[in-house]
């Protein structure tokens, strides 16, 4: 008889998505007529750029040679996309990162999800509320996060971010092992001043504090001022790991690769205090338990960094800021408070006369017909907010804005 790993069960059953999805199809069976505009789940909408298409027909050319064809690459990742990585993400702001310090993978779901395999399960977590949910979850998993009491985990640290403190979290008042940053932030769209995040790198130098920074949005950052990386601070290569992904910068959510960096200065501690690189468990893990993302997804990867492939991907990535502009601007044209927008693809919305994020959801499925996300599912900080994305066409974006507000001019 095998013994479930019970840590599972403590999870809720329903992810948040299929629980929207199931709402909606509630809505569709009543109403088989009527057609609903969704603004709700975080996937791109463009299809991926020329150079980026290009570069896969190649691969799959040259795989289909006998002297092109490639298996097994290796688990950290191809080199000429190593190198790339290198050259254009760091090197222009001033970053220098060794190449055996960039491990390419499969996107940053599975890296974010993975990484706490590398500390002991009773290491203390902190996160900012509302988040991304693998950063929880896969702690519960193994558990970490303890048990789930009125929608809190009670050994998560919860880093409110709210429009009451305009979404900086507070640095903890005292030491945590681990802190879950997320910047440009899903879901509230909102992002980090250089100064701030300066503030979570010295506390995590003061207090021997694991940090790990997800930057799956930094390429929507507009406002120059704004980091890219968490280490253009000063000492984030001795306290912090990177998460990156091509998903939302070049439209890989179906292809499939990112990357995460593992400074070689970045160290944790046994509990004989002797000091361990994290860089070479995370290559040990890697080895053990990836098998190298493909080669032609790489080769995708890389064609992001050409001269057109750049060009490419910033319009796409302009397309979609366009509607977060409308959407920013429309929202608060209707009286909405409206928040994020300007460095990241989401609409953080405040639900008008302290209506619950469920609630609002309903309401405005059902009355604009129009799809967001419940901003509770995000975490508790969440509640009383809904999350609009700007993952969709700019009529889809106008035919929504344009029935939520048909919508309240009816409730007036
Ligand atoms: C979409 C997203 C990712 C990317 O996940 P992939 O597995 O690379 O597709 C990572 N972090 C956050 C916060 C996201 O929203």
């Not at 988040?131 to 896969?138: E, H, L, M, R």
């Not at 799956?216 to 992904?245: L, N, T, W």
Request: with cysteine.
């Amino acid at each position: 008889m095998a013994l479930v790993n019970d840590h599972f069960l403590k999870l809720p059953d329903n992810y948040l998505f299929a629980d929207i999805a199931s709402k909606v199809n509630a809505f569709k069976a009543m109403h088989p007529k009527e057609d609903i505009v969704t603004l709700g789940i975080g996937d791109v909408t463009q299809p991926l750029c020329p150079a980026v298409v290009d570069a896969i027909h190649r691969a799959a050319d040259e795989m289909a040679t006998p002297a092109g064809f490639h298996g097994y690459g290796p688990e950290q990742g191809y080199d000429f996309l190593r190198e790339a990585i290198l050259k254009y993400d760091f090197l222009p702001r001033g970053i220098h990162l060794d190449i055996d310090e960039v491990f390419v993978s499969d996107g940053a779901k599975s890296d974010t999800g993975n990484i706490q395999e590398l500390i002991r399960w009773d290491n203390s977590i902190a996160v900012t509320d509302p988040i991304y949910p693998v950063y929880i979850d896969s702690n519960v998993m193994i558990g970490r996060a303890g048990i789930q009491q009125n929608g809190r985990w009670t050994n998560v640290n919860y880093l409110p971010c709210t429009a009451a403190n305009d979404f900086v979290p507070q640095i903890p008042d005292r030491r945590m092992d681990v802190i879950y940053l997320c910047y440009p932030n899903n879901p509230t769209g909102t992002v980090i001043t250089k100064e701030e995040l300066r503030k979570w790198v010295n506390y995590a130098l003061r207090n021997d504090t694991l940090i790990f920074f997800d930057a799956a949005y930094e390429a929507y950052i507009q406002d120059a001022s704004i980091p890219h990386s968490i280490y253009e601070i000063k000492g984030a290569r001795k306290c912090a790991i990177e998460f990156h992904s091509y998903s939302k910068t070049a439209g890989f959510t179906g292809i499939r690769c990112g990357y995460t960096i593992v400074p070689k200065d970045l160290t944790a501690v046994t509990l004989d205090g002797q000091r361990i690189g994290l860089n070479h468990l995370w290559l040990r893990r890697q080895s053990t338990k990836f098998n190298g993302t493909s080669y032609i997804s790489q080769r995708a990867a890389e064609a992001t960094y050409t001269a057109e492939g750049r060009r490419q991907i910033r319009e796409t990535i302009g397309y979609y800021m366009a509607n977060a502009r409308v959407m920013l601007d429309t929202f608060r044209r209707l009286g909405f408070l409206a928040y994020g927008g300007e460095n990241a693809p989401y609409i953080w919305v405040k639900t008008p006369d302290g209506s619950s994020s469920w609630q609002f959801f309903h309401e405005m499925l059902y009355g604009a017909h129009v799809v967001c996300t419940p901003g509770v599912g995000f975490g508790p900080s969440g509640e009383g907010y809904v999350r609009f994305t700007a993952f969709n066409s700019h009529e889809a974006t106008q035919e929504a804005l344009h029935r939520i507000g048909q919508w309240l001019e009816q409730n007036r």
